[in-house]
């Protein structure tokens, strides 16, 4: 299975300008909230006309501003679980899911979905009646049983709680790596992302601006929006000073770095890739604030009066032993990252 996908729509104050392609693999479209990602998967499935471009699924022409292709979302073979489910209200579960299904065989398979999603105990219920988890496993399998050849998540963990999210993702997991065929999950989580697919592609203000497999994209975002949705805490405009160094405007600092290129603005470092103690780039900085994690703490850091804060993520243990007002920390050139606009 395959998609292409190349198309462009205009609304008042926002103009949607995306071009992906994708194989039989898991993609996560990862974006802020209004950034065009849900968009996206509406223009695929059908449910929204592009004003031109072209989309292409499994070698099939469904839409095409030039020659005037756009089949209905029902010719589509597009699987799309919205966020909020969109169950029907007055249908119990097994309704709900069999209403994708067309002939006999789709009532044995919807027999199967039913037990491998666990949903036995609540076939004859009402969406009302049920949890957020159940709901979101009567969706995935009312959209399974349609047998799409790209399969679309919408935000599928947005109504559940954290141990729902963690449970669910897991059986999203099992269904991404059976499933014989394209799957998009569109998110603003980068660690739900980076879990469940093999590529990403990230989205601002209506166009892809970085696309690839997903550890290339963290260890390299390439652009500052990119950084900063891959979790990125610590970016600072930047200005080349000669070769081999740059001024690091926002946190008033002179850096060395190895990999400078010519439309860079920005700099950046993840927080947990700061190293504490002397080295390349170090520098003593007056802590501001502490805050505890889980696992680890994150420590707020100004290297200069006047100047923007500098996040480490320091482990625990260490953190413990040195309890100081002033560290000296460094920032090797290597976990620096040059981003452009």
């Known amino acids: 299975m395959s998609l292409c996908l190349d198309i462009r729509k205009k609304f008042p104050g926002f103009s949607l300008d995306v071009s992906l392609d994708v194989g039989d693999e898991s993609i996560a479209i990862l974006g802020a909230s209004g950034s065009g990602k849900s968009l996206t998967l509406s223009c695929i499935a059908g449910i929204v006309k592009p004003d031109e471009g072209k989309i292409i699924i499994d070698g099939v022409t469904v839409f095409d501003s030039v020659k005037g292709v756009n089949l209905p979302p029902q010719k589509r073979k597009t699987g799309l679980m919205f966020q909020d489910y969109a169950l029907f209200p007055n249908m119990t579960v ?177 927080s947990h890739r700061i190293i504490y103690g002397d080295g390349i780039n170090s520098f003593t900085c007056r802590v501001i604030k502490v805050i505890e994690n889980p696992f680890s703490f994150t420590v707020m850091l100004l290297a200069n009066e006047n100047a923007g804060s500098i996040f480490w993520e320091a482990d625990k243990t260490l953190w413990r032993e040195i309890e100081s007002e002033t560290v000296r920390i460094s920032f090797p050139p290597e976990n620096l990252l040059m981003l452009k606009e």
């Open 94 to 270: 097994e309704e709900n899911i069999r209403v994708a299904g067309r002939n006999r065989e789709s009532k044995i398979e919807a027999e199967e979905l039913i037990r491998r999603f666990c949903l036995e105990s609540v076939r004859n219920l009402l969406p009302s009646q049920i949890s957020g988890g159940q709901k979101q496993r009567t969706a995935l399998a009312r959209t399974l049983l349609s047998r799409p050849k790209i399969l679309m998540l919408d935000e599928p963990f947005s109504a559940l709680d954290s141990h729902l999210r963690f449970q669910t993702e897991r059986e999203l997991s099992e269904v991404f790596r059976e499933f014989h065929g394209t799957v998009i999950l569109v998110s603003h989580s980068m660690e739900e992302s980076y879990r469940l697919c093999g590529k990403i592609a990230v989205i601002h203000g209506g166009h892809v601006e970085i696309s690839g497999a997903m550890d290339e994209v963290f260890s390299s975002p390439k652009t500052k929006h990119a950084a900063i949705l891959t979790g990125c805490k610590n970016i600072s405009r930047s200005q080349k000073i000669h070769d081999g160094k740059i001024y690091a405007s926002d946190w008033n600092i002179e850096l060395q770095c190895t990999d400078y290129h010519g439309d860079s603005e920005y700099v950046g470092i993840r």
